[in-house]
């Protein structure tokens, strides 16, 4: 999903969330601009705890968390808190004397002189603790515009911005507290203690109650505003005792006890997961959480309830940075931390920049410029070392692009659709060391049935299609790759667990990755988890879905190529019925496939040479064949000229009809024409074979009538023709007429009309018709009709 695909109220409270940061950072900056260069009394108060608020003063030994006693001779028992700002002494110059009591129970006298506040001073006490804020949002606002609306990516911005605010909020109210800004912290404080049951809800893996009850989220956050309004309500009330303490202990309580749901939950998960990868998320997010939550839960918690700071509040929240990179890491990527290279690869560096920070040293106390010696080698050289430790951590990715360029010379030589398909699937092994690989092609245009083949992996061979797979329906409508360790973590996964975890069990694969073709998936390559244990990485990835690409290019030219040769067979076939022009039409509706047995209204014409028999019976085999071959060149080109369709040659005779298989409008027609062509054609012929002797002359004859037109024969040996009474009586008519004569049936006649010239021959009893059939003779075409 993309940002821009959000709802209006998804995008609503993504501003929100980042408004309420970014106003908060517009008051801390306002607040640095307009105290800069005026005098500052080098302290603040947060109830009856000192934080200095100036770099001098935290070297004179002011900690914060120490507790004020008295301020210029006035014990703080005497007065109330509200009391203080009448004993500072705010004059530029004036000093103001502390008697305070340390963490560590040590009570000590300090003289504090106003002075101007520097941007050395903002920078020293709060420049740590507003960075530290940025690095929060960063990484929130990184994660969720890279899987924008996730309940990870929610959780982790909520609470980068969430933090980033109490720690600038705390700022401004301890050293300058004012309606606007007290508010604005009450809130943050309040905010931020509850979203570690956010946090607990979406990690390590989003919690059922996400998807099926949304809503529990806004009763989380109700109770931080409410945490917010009794602070604000002690607040402004300046009560002590009980009520006091629900407005300024309830926070930390109540972050206290979120923390140890989220802690509990991941325990849980850690050791009852059932999933490796649920199991191994679950780990690293413990750790991150009581190495990262704890201390500042922990120090937060004595400073409210035991009224005791062990150490300045500044330094423990930087604890939370590694929570950050754990929950930021599992946002960003579920295959999980690769930590056999990760580990090599930090000890490498380690060492290599430890070396090179000796051998500065050692430059640098000989000379200061001598360090400039070791600099532009080292510009020079880096980047072939980080190349070669690259290629001795990832062998195969070295050399990825000979195998790739091997792997393409094979797909490029596949004489198959199977070829390419076995290719592919041993394509992961070569390339990433997987255990193995299944390519397959679904079926639909590209096949009738599918095709799959597998390396290392012989259950992907059996089972049922793979068209009704989940996770190959999901791949073909999201057109994206789907990986194992994604069903565990993804809610929604949650109600198709079984059904996935059975397919990638079925093909051996940790990952399916989608073969694209003309924006359709029309296939995948399943890989299989790596040999090493490994996970793959980005570059693994892209290299073996380029492989894929290249294999669809490889089918798509196998397919072309298996087309063409199909259809020059198919042409082939074709030229022995059909004249050129009708080919070309025949082929541009479908080729032979499209000529399937029909009912149509055809005309046949038939033909056959008078006196055959006693002429090839008085003369040598060669020339009855020479005669033929020159009577059926002549009548061929008749045939294709007015597009006739040739059933077949037998002998001394022939039949074409028309109007089949394309449409032909004037069928009757073209038959008369060609039938008036042939016999000028053949009194032509005559005129030769009477000076060699041969008394040899055509008989034609052409009826009208619904035929079944379609293929006869079988695969190999078949012809295309006609069945029915219409070519029975044009045979008929042939047979019965003289040499030069055409004889045509009572439905030509009427067909032509006046157009022709014709006569009657009277009835004729006909072999195979129980009626005598009316007969005409064909004479010419009228001049001028």
């Known amino acids: ?351 290599v920049v430890g070396m090179l920070t000796c051998v500065a040293i050692l430059l640098v106390a000989v000379r200061a410029y001598a360090v400039a010696v070791i600099l532009f080698p080292l510009l020079y050289w880096w980047p072939r070392f980080d190349a070669r430790l690259n290629a001795w951590l990832y062998p195969k990715r070295a050399r990825f692009p000979d195998l790739m360029r091997a792997i393409g010379n094979e797909l490029a030589t596949a004489d198959g659709v199977d070829a390419v398909l076995q290719i592919l699937a041993g394509a992961p092994e070569r390339l990433c060391d997987a255990r193995s690989g299944v390519a397959f092609l679904l079926g639909g245009s590209w096949a009738r049935d599918e095709q799959i083949s597998g390396v290392g992996c012989a259950s992907a061979l059996t089972g049922g299609r793979l068209a009704d797979e989940v996770p190959v329906h999901l791949m073909s409508t999201t057109r994206r790759g789907i990986f194992r360790d994604h069903i565990a973590v993804e809610p929604q996964y949650a109600n198709i667990q079984a059904e996935c975890y059975r397919c990638f069990d079925r093909l051996c694969a940790d990952v399916l990755l989608p073969i694209v073709h003309d924006g359709r998936v029309v296939g995948g390559l399943a890989v299989g988890p790596s040999a090493a244990g490994d996970p793959y990485g980005t570059p693994d990835l892209d290299a073996l879905a380029t492989v894929a690409q290249q294999a669809m290019q490889a089918i798509v030219r196998v397919r072309a190529t298996e087309q063409l040769r199909a259809r020059e067979l198919e042409f082939a076939d074709l030229k022995r019925f059909f004249p050129p022009q009708i080919i070309d039409q025949v082929m541009a509706k479908g080729g032979a496939a499209e000529l399937r047995s029909q009912r149509k209204l055809v005309t046949a014409f038939f033909a056959d040479l008078r006196g055959f028999t006693s002429f090839s019976e008085t003369v040598e085999p060669e020339e009855v064949m020479a005669t033929l071959a020159e009577y059926h060149a002549a009548m061929g080109r008749r045939i294709a000229e007015l597009g006739g369709t040739l059933e077949r040659f037998a002998g001394d005779g022939f039949m074409v009809f028309f109007n089949d298989p394309v449409e032909q409008a004037d069928h009757v027609e073209r038959a008369a024409r060609m039938a008036l062509a042939m016999r000028a054609d053949v009194a032509q012929l005559r005129a030769a074979w009477s000076r060699k002797g041969y008394q040899i002359d055509a008989g034609m004859g052409i009826h009208c009538g619904y035929a079944t037109c379609g293929f006869i024969g079988y695969e190999g040996r078949r012809d295309y023709g006609v069945i029915g009474n219409v070519t029975n009586l044009a045979a008929r008519l042939s047979g019965a007429a003289t040499g030069g004569e055409i004889l045509i049936s009572g439905r030509i006649r009427a067909e032509l009309g006046d157009r022709y010239e014709t006569e009657s021959v009277g009835e004729l009893s006909l072999k195979g018709f129980h009626q005598p059939q009316a007969a005409f003779r064909l004479l010419g075409w009228k001049i001028g009709a």
Not at 174 to 179: D, F, G, K, L
Not at 188 to 208: K, Q
Not at 233 to 251: K, N, R
Not at 301 to 324: E, G, H, I, K, N
């Open 1 to 351: 999903m993309r940002f821009r695909d959000g709802t209006v109220w998804q995008k609503v409270l993504f501003a929100a969330l980042l408004g309420f940061y970014l106003f908060g950072f517009l008051l801390t900056a306002a607040d640095k601009f307009e105290r800069v260069g005026r005098p500052d009394v080098g302290w603040g108060l947060d109830g009856l705890a000192c934080f200095p608020s100036r770099a001098d003063v935290a070297l004179a030994g002011l900690v914060a968390g120490a507790r004020l006693l008295q301020l210029n001779g006035t014990s703080l028992s005497e007065a109330t808190f509200e009391q203080v700002p009448h004993y500072v002494r705010k004059g530029l110059g004036e000093v103001n004397r502390l008697i305070v009591e340390l963490p560590w129970g040590v009570v000590s006298e300090l003289s504090i002189p106003v002075q101007r506040l520097t941007w050395t001073d903002v920078l020293a006490l709060d420049g740590p603790t507003i960075a530290l804020g940025v690095l929060f949002v960063v990484v929130g606002l990184t994660s969720f515009l890279l899987r924008p609306y996730t309940a990870s990516s929610w959780a982790l911005l909520a609470l980068g911005c969430a933090i980033a605010s109490v720690l600038q909020g705390r700022s401004l109210y301890i050293v300058r507290s004012t309606v606007l800004t007290t508010v604005y912290f009450r809130l943050t404080v309040g905010f931020v203690s509850c979203v570690a049951f956010h946090g607990g809800l979406a990690f390590p893996v989003p919690h059922p109650l996400l998807s099926r009850r949304p809503r529990i989220l806004l009763g989380v956050y109700a109770i931080g505003l409410t945490i917010a309004v009794l602070q604000l309500a002690a607040w402004s009330s300046g009560s002590v005792g009980a009520f006091s303490y629900v407005g300024g202990g309830l926070d930390t309580s109540v972050m206290l006890v979120s923390v140890l749901v989220f802690v509990g939950r991941c325990c849980v998960l850690a050791v009852r997961a059932g999933d490796p990868i649920v199991t191994q998320r679950a780990r690293i997010l413990l750790a991150g959480t009581v190495f990262g939550v704890g201390p500042v839960v922990t120090v937060n918690f004595l400073r409210s309830a035991l009224q005791t700071m062990l150490v300045d509040m500044r330094l423990v929240y930087w604890s939370l940075t590694l929570l950050l990179l754990a929950m930021g890491y599992l946002t960003l990527r579920h295959d999980l931390l690769n930590a056999r290279i990760a580990a090599r690869r930090a000890v490498i560096y380690a060492g």
